[in-house]
């Protein structure tokens, strides 16, 4: 069965750019989560999303957002970067909350604004 | 808000040992934990987790402890290895959250 799958794994955007990844989950599952790894705070939760819908959002600006697909499939947006967005934004897919509640992470997407 | 932490942001073991990283988390409504070893460049990778109806739970060359009296989770790598080095965290889900809350991290350096 194939992991989770963030594209891409690298990107470079400038200041005042808005930028899109893209997360696949595993085959089935149907809840998708973002979290934003930086060194200095940690892993930080964003959003999640399951069957289409964001049941809960972290407390990011709203500059951040997201969606889910009726295939699974999530992207999130950030618009109007800035330098303190640079970090690795990783992708947590889950069969659902509850009874089966692993989270499997993919290998994220490094992002770095100049 | 209410967090998870861990005790130790740096242990070293020397290779074969035995290794016990330790969490505390607060949120008393946390039902369900993960442990996750995260190698440099890549994402989190699922170890072992544990529900609050169970207080140690064993998997391949790890246990995970589970006190809920003092709200603090351990991992025990058995026979540590090189492969072994590595950041580990711990994670909670609030019961009906939807959510992980991870703790800092503690880095895992084998001595050869």
């Known amino acids: 069965k194939a992991g989770v799958t963030q594209t891409p794994r690298y990107l470079i955007k400038t200041r005042g750019q808005q930028v899109t990844l893209s997360c696949s989950p595993i085959?089935?599952?149907?809840?998708v989560s973002w979290y934003q790894q930086t060194p200095g705070q940690g892993l930080q939760f964003l959003f999640e999303y399951f069957s289409e819908t964001q049941r809960n959002k972290g407390n990011f600006p709203g500059r951040f957002s997201g969606r889910q697909f009726s295939n699974s499939r999530s992207e999130m947006n950030v618009s109007t970067l800035e330098l303190g967005d640079s970090a690795l934004y990783l992708c947590?897919?889950?069969?659902?909350?509850?009874?089966?509640?692993?989270?499997?992470f993919g290998q994220g997407t490094r992002l770095t604004v100049v | 808000g209410e967090s998870v932490g861990l005790h130790l942001p740096t242990l070293s073991v020397q290779e074969g040992d035995n290794s016990i990283i330790n969490c505390a988390y607060s949120?008393?409504?946390?039902?369900?934990f993960i442990w996750y070893k995260q190698e440099s460049g890549k994402g989190p990778q699922f170890i072992i987790d544990i529900r609050s109806n169970m207080d140690k739970r064993q998997g391949q060359r790890v246990t995970v402890l589970l006190n809920k009296t003092v709200k603090h989770l351990s991992l025990q790598i058995a026979a540590t290895q090189p492969g072994d080095s590595a950041v580990y965290f711990c994670?909670?889900?609030?019961?009906?959250?939807?959510?992980?809350?991870f703790g800092a991290g503690t880095t895992v350096t084998v001595r050869a």
């Open positions: 947590a897919s889950s069969p659902g909350w509850g009874t089966d509640s692993e989270a499997f």
């Open positions: 085959s089935g599952h149907r809840s």
């Open positions: 994670a909670e889900n609030p019961s009906d959250d939807y959510k992980l809350s």
């Open positions: 949120n008393s409504a946390s039902d369900y």
